[in-house]
Every structure is written in structure tokens, then in C-alpha cells.
Antibody, heavy 121, light 108 residues
Framework: EVQLVESGGGSVQPGGSLRLSCSAS????????MSWVRQAPGKGLEWVAN????????NYVDSVKGRFTISRDNAKNSLYLQMNSLRAEDTAVYYC??????????????WGQGTLVTVSS | EIVLTQSPGTLSLSPGERATLSCRAS???????LAWHQQKPGQAPRLLMY???SRATGIPDRFSGSGSGTDFTLTVSRLEPEDSAVYYC?????????FGQGTKVEIK
């Protein structure tokens, strides 16, 4: 059974930093692209970042470029999101998600339960 | 980026009724790379449909998808109480991936 468990959320002041983690199990982590998606309170979903199996390719939504860094440790079956220069608008539940790749498309196929990040003074 | 607009915002129906959810894109979605995700209260989203018409693993056949280009539809043929959720369409053909704002389905 695919399991994705996020951790590391919490409250932080504007301008601060936070590192989210996602522990994966039930599949060969090193064989999959992975993603972070967020959901602001009472709002819809927003894709944040993707990372390739070996970490050699990373993609970000414009609003987090230069502030957030996605990374992974395949030996630990873990995905990370380093968030710097946090803003109030970054307040959201952050979901870790697995990406199924067919060769010519990528698809979010499994999601974790999420971890809440609150940016407030 | 591709903007997805879902309608209606909320759908209130009785068990056994048919639900029709719409998702309209601001530009054509590449190769029908359109997915639907279901999110129940307090739970993580779950992949429901992909490639416009394909059901994800374990999704019952009362769920079906259709459409192409800029207009897509998710249909639930006979609503059951457990279908109460918010449904999001998502395009994965162009970067950045984008989601619709969601349609809430309430079961009377």
C-alpha cells in the first residue's frame, strides 16, 4: 500500500524558514517523480514543485521560485521542501504526492494527508 | 497558464440522482491530459479520473469522464452518500499544472 506521511509543519513568522519532510513507503521511491501541492485554508489546490527520480530536474510554480527548494533522499525514501522567506500567502496545508510517469505525461496518483504551515506574526 | 473554471460551485442532490460537474479551460488542454481528484472533508485528495475518461484504481464505474479541448465533464450516474466531497479538475499537459476551484457535491 502506498503511504506518504508529511511532517515539519508549524507556525512561523513572515520571513522565516521551515523544512517539510515526506516519508514514503509501499513503493520503490527512487523510481518515481514526486511533487508538493498546497491548499490555503478554505481554498483550492495549487501545485508547488516537482522533482525527478534522481533529483536532476526540478520545477516550481512562479510564486515560490527562489524561495522554496524541493529535494529528495532516495536512500531514506524521503522528499523535502525547504521554504525560506515565508509570506502570509504561503499559509496552507502542504501535500506530498507521487507522480506516475507514462513516458510522455506525469500524473499525480497518490497523496499524503498533508501538514499545515501557518505564516503569521 | 491554463485557468480551469468549474461549475456549479455547489451541487445538492439526493442519493440515486445523477451529478454532472463541468470544467472549462481557458485554452485547449494538451492531449486531453485532464484529471479529476476527489477530496472528502478532512482527508487528502484522491485521484478519481485521468486522461479525461480513465478511472483510477478502485474507482467504481458510476464515475465517468468526458470532453475534449476546453470543455470537460465528470458524471456520477447514481449518487451514493459516500460521494459527498469536493471535486477538483486538474490539467497536467502544460506547466504549471493547474486546478479548478472545485465543485462541492452535497448529498441530501
Amino acid at each position: 500500500e502506498v503511504q506518504l506521511v508529511e511532517s515539519g509543519g508549524g507556525s512561523v513568522q513572515p520571513g522565516g524558514s521551515l523544512r517539510l519532510s515526506c516519508s514514503a513507503s509501499g513503493f520503490t521511491f527512487s523510481s518515481y517523480w514526486m511533487s508538493w501541492v498546497r491548499q490555503a485554508p478554505g481554498k483550492g489546490l495549487e501545485w508547488v514543485a516537482n522533482i525527478k527520480q534522481d533529483g536532476s530536474e526540478k520545477n516550481y510554480v512562479d510564486s515560490v521560485k527562489g524561495r522554496f527548494t524541493i529535494s529528495r533522499d532516495n536512500a531514506k525514501n524521503s522528499l523535502y521542501l525547504q521554504m525560506n522567506s515565508l509570506r502570509a500567502e504561503d499559509t496552507a496545508v502542504y501535500y506530498c504526492a507521487r507522480i506516475y510517469s507514462s513516458g510522455y505525461y506525469h500524473l499525480l496518483d497518490y497523496w499524503g494527508q498533508g501538514t499545515l504551515v501557518t505564516v503569521s506574526s | 497558464e491554463i485557468v480551469l473554471t468549474q461549475s456549479p460551485g455547489t451541487l445538492s442532490l439526493s442519493p440515486g440522482e445523477r451529478a454532472t460537474l463541468s470544467c472549462r479551460a481557458s485554452q485547449s488542454v494538451s492531449s486531453s491530459f485532464l484529471a479529476w481528484h476527489q477530496q472528502k472533508p478532512g482527508q487528502a485528495p484522491r485521484l478519481l479520473m485521468y486522461g479525461t475518461t480513465s478511472r483510477a484504481t478502485g474507482i467504481p464505474d458510476r464515475f465517468s469522464g468526458s470532453g475534449s479541448g476546453t470543455d470537460f465533464t465528470l458524471t456520477v450516474s447514481r449518487l451514493e452518500p459516500e460521494d459527498s466531497a469536493v471535486y477538483y479538475c486538474q490539467q497536467y499537459g502544460d506547466s504549471p499544472w493547474t486546478f479548478g476551484q472545485g465543485t462541492k457535491v452535497e448529498i441530501k
